[in-house]
């Protein structure tokens, strides 16, 4: 069965193509992807889904298809982000981004080809599929306070759903080469922010002011020590701050530091104790060198999380699908995805898909701004997501 989908897939190469060129040169920004939403519904309908759903509790964008056998066995939802970034695309492909200052540099044009093409072959494969599948095409991604798949999951697209299974484009990974990971495979992604108060004066008189600079510097290094000193060196997790913000000019002193940052790991647990850790150490800070401070962390994004028995058995069907030397290992990233709300619920797997090629001229990193994709690679996805949606359905997995 694998070989038929494999052929389905690739036999349907360049309209996956197509399409995603055809994203690609219209790219939209988060909740905002009105146009996609309509090609992709269009699309759809065309194959002949029918019910295809738009917008999700309150939000217009997004699609959700279900491609419902009538049959009662379970139901798996395939699921891709369709959302593009604020940045000018600076790349010549012919199907260069027309919208300025917007562009799809993280791939997810290409997710939405592969969504499509994996939706093509399991509706032409209809009659054959013991279940049912949900395809997701989720907006809002790349903006993890406005998570789309929060949204979606809150409006119920993950009701009645048994497994979930995803993909990301890669461009580290050679083109064609499946990455997986059981067990955390990305980090969470919180965001904490800190202001500290002191008392402004003249910069050649420090003494009768109090310093926040001196304070808040005292904090960004003192605040590692947290990773190498208080957390098991075992556990992977990253303190940083990324925006800091102070004063005038040369020489005042000035009342007040505005800090910002990002706190990533794999542990439920170890992301727990740090905000604790973290404001115990900058009330300590603010006191000792008498300022006052306030101190937030939002909890944005839980880590993402492979099911181990479905990762295996996942890689094993790309094994059989693409040959063993296409599927690899890798190691875990501390980036972070709105894809780990929905594996946080069910259980499912998300994997990368390779698309590294000097050949076609594919080798710069995501969210370059002359970032592209090997087009070669996008039946592979199609196959690899409806060879995971049939071997799940048919208990194969
Ligand atoms: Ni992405």
Redesign the pocket.
């Known amino acids: 069965m694998l070989d038929k989908i494999k052929k389905l897939a690739e036999g349907h190469k360049h309209q996956i193509a197509e399409w995603r060129h055809e994203f690609h040169a219209n790219p939209e920004l988060s909740f905002q992807e009105f146009e996609t939403t309509k090609r992709i519904k269009k699309y759809l309908e065309q194959m002949g889904f029918t019910n295809v759903r738009v917008g999700t509790g309150g939000i217009e964008t997004g699609v959700v298809a279900d491609l419902d056998t009538q049959k009662d066995g379970p139901c798996i939802a395939l699921r891709a ?1 369709i959302d593009a970034l604020p940045m000018q695309e600076v790349g010549t492909p012919p199907y260069r981004s027309r919208n300025d200052g917007v562009m799809h540099a ?3 044009d290409s ?1 939405i080809a592969m969504l499509l093409g994996a939706a093509y072959v399991l509706k032409t494969m209809e009659s054959e599929l013991p279940g049912k599948v949900r395809f997701i095409f989720q907006p809002s ?2 903006s993890p306070h406005k998570s789309g798949a929060r949204a979606m999951i809150q409006d119920g697209v993950l009701d009645g759903v048994d497994a979930i299974s995803g993909l ?1 484009i890669w461009s580290s990974l050679p083109a064609g080469v499946v990455g997986y990971k059981a067990g955390p495979f990305m980090a969470s992604a919180d965001e904490w922010e800190c202001t500290v108060w002191g008392k402004g004066g003249h910069g050649a008189v420090p003494h009768l002011a109090f310093d926040p600079i001196v304070a808040a510097s005292a904090m960004v290094g003192a605040l590692q020590t947290i990773v190498s000193r208080e957390i098991d060196p075992l556990e992977a997790v990253v303190i940083t701050c990324a925006h800091i913000e102070s004063g005038t000019t040369f020489n005042i002193i000035p009342d007040k530091a505005f800090m910002q940052g990002t706190v990533r790991t794999f542990n439920q647990e170890v992301r727990a104790t740090i905000p604790e850790r973290m404001e115990r150490i900058i009330k300590g800070i603010s006191e000792a060198m008498r300022c006052k401070s306030e101190f937030t962390y939002k909890h944005v994004l839980p880590p993402t999380v492979n099911d181990k028995e479905f990762t295996e058995k996942a890689a094993d069907v790309a094994r059989a699908l693409l040959g063993a030397d296409k599927v690899k290992e890798v190691v875990p990233t501390m980036g972070a ?1 709105d894809m780990s709300l929905y594996l946080e619920r069910v259980p499912g797997t998300f994997m990368f898909l390779g698309t590294y090629n000097e050949s076609k001229g594919t080798v710069n990193p ?1 969210h370059h701004p002359e970032y592209d994709v090997d087009d070669d690679v996008l039946p592979f996805g199609s196959a690899l997501l409806a060879s995971i949606a049939w071997s799940f359905l048919n208990k194969q997995m």
């Open positions: 982000d993280c791939g997810h997710h991604e790349e990301h995805e995501q």
